[in-house]
């Protein structure tokens, strides 16, 4: 993957009707990163960590602390074929009221939390560990670049968790069409499509099975 040239922050996820996605986590860049990076207009670049919020509710909605102070759920709709189809919705900001937290617990699928988990992005994670240990959380460091092609977004990740690296290519459009026409071109089409919320959890569940573990692989 080519250097950084600049950092950019995207703006907070806004509800939306959504999107559909096919994301990828080769073992090695494939070819299709090259083309992205020859031909498709550079959008940003960022490194962030995201902090998840695990739950088996995770693979169809998916709750993380976004750069680990804005809290964001997104959630699965139909998938349409190979594409997944997920939609944003974004928490207001902390400190977060009484319903906030009530509608929270009820997206993780645990008991009510504590007033005081609403105070600050902080005082959830502490909570989450006494009051609801049924939630793992996991903190997930980005480096990426950001391409457009017409409506879709082409997504180049470095992601590292608990010491392990991977690369992830990522396509994003709300035009179902438009997607299918980008992995016939990219020629990725036919690789599985494993979105963040089941790479992560399949990575929980194998380390619990495991028992402890230094640095499991994503």
Known sequence: MKAFHKIVEDAPAQATDGRYEFRIWPGHWP?????????????GAERRSDIYLLTSRSPRR??????????????????????????????????????????????LGVAPLPDESGISPGHLVA?????????RVE??????????NGSTRAELCRVAVAGQTRPTLAIEDPDPESARRTLDLLGIGHLINRSYAEM????????????????PAI
Not at 75 to 103: A, C, I, N
Not at 140 to 148: A, E, W
């Open 139 to 148: 903190t997930v460091c980005k480096s990426r670049l950001l391409f457009r």
């Open 200 to 215: 992560l959890c399949r990575r929980v569940l194998s380390a619990a099975k495991a028992g402890p573990v230094r640095n």
């Open 62 to 107: 998916l709750v993380k602390l976004r750069a680990g102070n804005r809290l964001e759920s997104k959630r699965r709709g139909s998938d349409l074929g190979v594409l997944q189809h997920w939609t944003p919705h974004p928490y207001p900001m902390f400190p977060l009221s009484r319903e906030t937290m009530r509608q929270l617990a009820r997206e």
């Open 127 to 135: 909570r989450l560990g006494r009051t609801a240990p049924e939630v």
């Open 31 to 43: 070819r299709a990163a090259a083309l992205i990076q020859k031909f498709w207009l550079l959008a």
